[in-house]
């Protein structure tokens, strides 16, 4: 499984920028005194050292301003470099970012930036948990990454199409699709989401065949980022595993992020995702005869209604009220307006 390669994806050198995902939102960032400066993609972000990949030179490891701390960056992150001492200069705006808080920290700390697409790994037994999964969409929603279902171990479940059926229903619009991990007819499957220069990212439990849709997703032959610096987790089987937050080159043209150390999920600062996610909720509210209506035992409650005439499901109205009370916990007050991410895509 632990393939001894380099630490960096495989990048011929003069690849266009374009295919490393760079746009013209990163490019009117630029300041006109900045036009030498190299942008770099990042790869890896270690302690205290960051990798990145730039389309001239390929893979390059990054001069670091004394005092830089690296837990300001994320993997897939844009930053500006001098074109000859690869000195960081800065760090662009994200179009999107994953970002979490640890407990008890002050700060948000950003996991994945500029991702399009979120895969959402589940397996069809055990793990296929709906709480869990509208954890996931609300961070995405947030974040501004398009989340998309995929269902792994389907044809191991007895009926793999009512998995797909459910998790449909978590949020409009939602696709789902399942995949073997195992089979490289996966890789057609998420051809769509993996095109020249796109970003997806992975997140799911352990044990659900990330590792596996990664490989599957680079293709054969392809090296993949030596594992240093990683997060140690547990694999299905209890083994540990070690692995690393990196960029890997998908055989297609794009980007996956796998991001391990991101199992158990404690939703914080995703007010405006938790709105998009049960938007059916968020879209009554406004017909309820109170304004500050907790959907509860109010008279005259739209919500209410629409579960007493079946158009809702009880049991998402509970889900809602659950997560939204671990967001306000989760986020320290006063947490202020923040800005949805999503621009475009
Ligand atoms: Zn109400």
Known sequence: MCRQVTDHPDLPPSTP???????DFFEEQREPDEADFVPVRIATVHRSRLTGLSSETGSVELTLPVHTN????????????????RMLHR??????VLERRLEGSRALQPVAANVDRLFIVTSCNADFNLARLERYLALANQGGANPVILLTKADMAADGDAYRRQAATLQRGLEVVTVNPRLPAAAG??????????TVALVGSSGVGKSTLVNTLAGPGQALPQETGGIREHDAKGRHTTTSRSLHAIAGGG?????????????????????TLFAEITELAPACR?????????????VQAAVADGRLDPERLVRWRKILDENRDNTPAPAGRRGRRNVGG
Do not use: N
């Open 70 to 85: 690296t837990s300001d960056f994320a993997v897939g992150d844009w930053v500006l470099t001098h074109p000859r001492t």
């Open 189 to 198: 499957t998420l051809a769509p989401w993996c095109g020249l220069g796109q």
């Open 17 to 23: 920028l374009a295919s490393l995902g760079w746009l």
């Open 255 to 275: 980007w996956v992020i796998d991001t391990p150390g991101m199992r158990t999920l404690h939703v914080s600062d995703a007010g405006e995702g938790i709105a």
């Open 290 to 302: 109170f304004r500050d209506c907790t959907h509860a035992h109010e008279p005259g409650c739209a």
């Open 91 to 96: 760090r662009l705006s994200r179009r999107t």
